[in-house]
């Protein structure tokens, strides 16, 4: 445990060193992975989009049928407990919710206690190059389970998937089921096709990120056309720009995909207009947005 840093977090209310904190070998989210997650950012000490990211933790629990173990002002009261605990401004809470503890069994168990672990670290946006150049991602096929509307902790497939990535030296992997844009490992994907902002509908084979109706907002705030559709892999490396979302890296630009430049004319391989009004859109909406 002494190579583990004393950060602080929770765990099950009590507020503690990090390499300080255990739990049951028999808890089912180390046994099954029966639990879910939220990773909610913080910009000058305060929560970037609570309520949403506290609404889409009540629909996880709830798909899971997992009881909800507090309050939204509970959450918040803890949260900002272990905020104030680590001297950083831009942080990333991260909030599990497991089952609890049990003996070994698939059926789930009645009248158990959830464990709840919170922690938080130091935000690590993306670089000023990543910016400024863009990013390279690789595709794949879509091999995780059926049910990616849950923020599950049970995470291999995206493990799986994250590492090809990493293995070719591109940041992320964007994922197609049946030749159809679902979303890449840890990220929520985006296509600009003639100046309109383009995602994946909302399914049970997409997580729907919390900066989808964020970028909804943005995109009406700067005029731009927004629309959930069906996107064909096709659509996706025919695209004008293409973008990833997530609580880490914001919005960013991918402006190499499977090694060959993103985008057409003069802007190919670099990022697009409708990225640069994002981007500014959201550092805005970072202040005006945190409780």
Known sequence: MTSLPETPCLLNGQLLPLNQAKVSVLDRGFIF??????????????????????????????????????SRDEWLRQARTLVAALPAPDQAVYLQVTRGVALRDHVMPEGIAPTVFMMTNPMKPPSAEQRHLGVACITARDFRWERGDIKSVSLLGNVLARQMSADRGALETIMFRGGWLTEASGSNVWV???????????SEHVLEGIRYELLRELCEEEGIAYNLRPISEDDVRSADELMISSASKEVLPVTRLDEHPVGHGTLRGKPGPIYARLYDAYQRAKRTQSI
């Open 192 to 202: 600009v096709h003639e100046g309109a902002v383009l995602g994946p509908p909302r």
């Open 33 to 70: 992975g029966d639990g879910a997650y939220e990773v909610v950012p913080v910009y000058g000490g305060r929560l970037f989009r609570f309520d949403e990211h506290m609404a889409r933790l009540a629909r996880s629990l709830d798909k899971l049928r997992i009881a909800n173990p507090h």
